[in-house]
């Protein structure tokens, strides 16, 4: 019995302790960025109220992700690079999901016309 309590105050304070993670806020600074981006995403590609609030999810999902690789691993090392290269792959794959084949074209063409 005292097995059974003891494994569960270990697991509750580790759900605890992860939600403070999940829950973290993003500072007004980030906020912003995350903003022009989604703001940059709805002009290129003509999103509507849906789409855009999905993507705000998502943008705001890979900031806290990005934020935790930072805090558990630290910067400028492969193994960092190799998360935020396959969160941001994950996060690009989610957006492709909402959005048409042809607000995807239209978001490539325009990366094409700033190059």
Do not use: H
Request: charged share 30%; net charge positive; hydrophobic share 40%.
């Amino acid at each position: 019995m005292k097995t059974k309590r003891s494994i569960f105050i270990i697991v509750l304070f580790v759900m605890v302790a992860n939600l403070g993670l999940y829950a973290q806020e993003i500072n007004k600074k980030a906020m912003a960025g995350i903003n022009k981006q989604v703001k940059g995403m709805v002009d290129v590609m003509e999103l509507n109220k849906d789409q855009e609030s999905k993507v705000l999810v998502i943008k705001k999902n890979q900031y806290i992700e990005r934020q935790m690789i930072l805090k558990q691993i630290g910067k400028n090392s492969p193994e960092f690079n190799d998360k935020v290269k396959k969160l941001n792959k994950a996060s690009w794959g989610e957006i492709k999901a909402i959005c048409t084949k042809e607000q995807i074209k239209k978001w490539y063409n325009r990366a094409k016309k700033q190059n």
